[in-house]
């Protein structure tokens, strides 16, 4: 990864990062931060973009909306593969526990830049996520996901890609 995508990556996030309300500021405001990594295009049938994959992703947890589908939450991240694959994303997660276990659905769009991985066919995807977290501690957890990332076919090609990666996350 070169110094200028990283420099990039984070500049981007610290702006994707949803803005502070009024009525948070009264609250003790608590950020979910998620280091993960895993496989870029784990289910790559020639196996020439395969590659690991390292991402950050921030969750404010006072911004919630507990509805009767359950708990919702803006979230915002990026991830770079082995190949320089960029892709920065924000969208929403639901939550739903189960004792320890969360399921966490979520949806979001992103920009995403090939580098030297495969090829998209769209800068605008779109990721599908399914995730299982277990508290290790009271603040923080582990976690298992698996991503779809495509373009819903706006683009000029739309093979799509799937992802399966591992997660720490803590909560400040």
Do not use: C
Not at 32 to 59: A, K, N, P
Not at 78 to 92: D, E, M, V
Not at 119 to 138: H, M, N, Q, T
Request: charged share 20%; aromatic share 12%.
């Amino acid at each position: 990864m070169s110094l200028k995508k990283f420099q990039l990556l984070l500049i981007l996030l610290a702006f994707m990062t949803p803005a502070k309300s009024e009525k948070l500021d009264s609250l003790t405001n608590n950020h979910m931060i998620s280091i993960y990594s895993g496989i870029f295009d784990m289910v790559d049938e020639e196996g020439d973009d395969q590659s690991s994959l390292i991402g950050l992703e921030h969750r404010n947890t006072n911004l919630f909306k507990d509805t009767i589908l359950g708990k919702f939450f803006p979230i915002t991240g990026g991830f770079i593969s082995g190949k320089n694959s960029i892709y920065l994303y924000t969208g929403i997660e639901a939550q739903y526990n189960i004792g320890r276990l969360k399921i966490k659905p979520s949806l979001a769009s992103g920009y995403y830049e090939a580098g030297n991985g495969k090829k998209l066919g769209s800068l605008l995807e779109f990721k599908s996520e399914i995730k299982f977290d277990i508290d290790i501690f009271s603040n923080s957890k582990i976690g298992y996901s698996f991503s779809h990332i495509s373009n819903n076919d706006w683009g000029d090609i739309n093979p799509g890609i799937n992802n399966s990666t591992f997660s720490f996350s803590k909560i400040f």
